[in-house]
């Protein structure tokens, strides 16, 4: 259909810009400690603010996951172009002067649809993969929210491989993490008194401690809203993963009515994953059990990351 290439990208920094290991060892250097990383404008590889979705598969699966993700994006992508189209085509006789500039500027957008808006980046763990995009009109919690409600109202999946589909607004290098203060004080403006949790996540990286990246986000909430992690009205999700920091401020209905974005749970699959005949019996058990040992573990944070913000 659109090309799609189901092969990694690139490292989500490069090995040359990590400061410790690359993808087979564990990072252990914490956040910077440089004045200027408290304020200005959250910045990437390429000077740019960085966001997409972070997903997760069984692990050995992940070219083919991102095969199925990124053509679900591409579709829902597409057809949001398409009523963008639609919406403006009422007045296109009054913005054109002539046929000529019409059809230039026709060809222009299609040249803009077919423009690969999806990069797969390898961030330094096997089971995950984030998925950048490259166009940054696209708000990944606006597109992410059509595929989901559309899985929960049909209950029909759209893939094979994926597990959960997390939605990122800010993503940079773990030593640049003090950078999203901006972007979290945004969401939640002073004089607030909304309900929040954080949901946090560590993988390979022994240098990212619960115990201090809590209090460092929640320092950045203004003390007028108060923790509740059972029925948060916003949720912070922070995801830290070797050099990679992911976090995005989620509404907390959302959060919950898509099952912590598990697109598997949504679709009532958790008992009914697709597998070949001879091996469905022992994928479904050992499914099974990943599941409770997830939701075992969540509760555990939870507990927890209360105590932790609690102290802040």
């Given at each position: 259909?659109s090309?799609?290439?189901a ?10 810009q990590?400061?410790?290991p690359?993808?087979?060892g564990?990072?252990?250097a914490?956040?910077s400690k440089?004045?200027?990383d ?17 997903v997760?598969c069984?692990r050995t699966?992940?070219?083919?996951c ?5 053509q679900i ?7 949001s172009?398409?009523?963008?189209n639609?919406s403006s085509s ?12 019409e ?14 808006v999806f990069k ?16 940054n009109k ?6 992410i929210?059509k ?13 094979r491989?994926?597990?959960k589909?997390?939605?990122i607004?800010v993503?940079?290098?773990?030593s640049h993490?003090?950078k999203i203060g ?7 403006p002073?004089g607030?008194t909304?309900?929040y949790?954080?949901?946090?996540g ?7 401690k619960?115990?201090?990246i809590?209090p460092?986000i ?11 992690l059972?029925n948060?009205?916003?949720v912070?999700?922070?995801?830290v ?11 907390g ?6 099952k912590?974005?598990n ?5 009532g699959?958790s008992e009914q ?5 001879k ?8 499914t099974?059990?990943?599941v409770s040992?997830?939701?075992e ?5 939870e507990?927890?990351a209360?105590q ?5």
């Amino acid at each position: 259909s659109s090309g799609i290439n189901a092969e990694y990208g690139d490292f989500f920094f490069p090995p040359s810009q990590q400061s410790k290991p690359t993808m087979s060892g564990n990072a252990d250097a914490g956040p910077s400690k440089d004045n200027n990383d408290n304020e200005g404008d959250l910045v990437g590889l390429d000077n740019t603010i960085w966001k997409g979705v972070l997903v997760s598969c069984n692990r050995t699966t992940e070219n083919k996951c991102i095969r199925e993700v990124i053509q679900i994006l591409t579709e829902y992508y597409e057809k949001s172009n398409q009523e963008d189209n639609t919406s403006s085509s009422s007045s296109s006789s009054k913005k054109y002067s002539s046929i000529e500039s019409e059809l230039a500027a026709e060809i222009e957008s299609l040249k803009d649809q077919k423009t690969h808006v999806f990069k797969p980046m390898k961030v330094g763990c096997t089971g995950m993969v984030f998925i950048r995009f490259l166009n940054n009109k696209v708000e990944p919690k606006d597109i992410i929210h059509k595929i989901f409600a559309n899985v929960e109202e049909t209950k029909k999946m759209w893939g094979r491989y994926t597990t959960k589909v997390v939605p990122i607004d800010v993503a940079v290098e773990y030593s640049h993490m003090l950078k999203i203060g901006p972007y979290i004080k945004s969401h939640f403006p002073a004089g607030g008194t909304e309900k929040y949790g954080i949901v946090y996540g560590s993988r390979n990286n022994n240098g990212a401690k619960r115990e201090e990246i809590i209090p460092l986000i929640a320092k950045m909430v203004p003390e007028s809203y108060s923790v509740d992690l059972s029925n948060p009205d916003k949720v912070i999700v922070v995801e830290v993963i070797q050099m990679f920091f992911a976090a995005c401020v989620i509404n907390g209905e959302d959060f919950r009515r898509f099952k912590k974005y598990n697109i598997r749970l949504v679709a009532g699959l958790s008992e009914q994953i697709q597998a070949p005949k001879k091996e469905k019996e022992k994928t479904v058990k050992r499914t099974n059990e990943e599941v409770s040992d997830t939701e075992e573990k969540e509760k555990e944070e939870e507990s927890e990351a209360i105590q932790v913000i609690n102290s802040k």
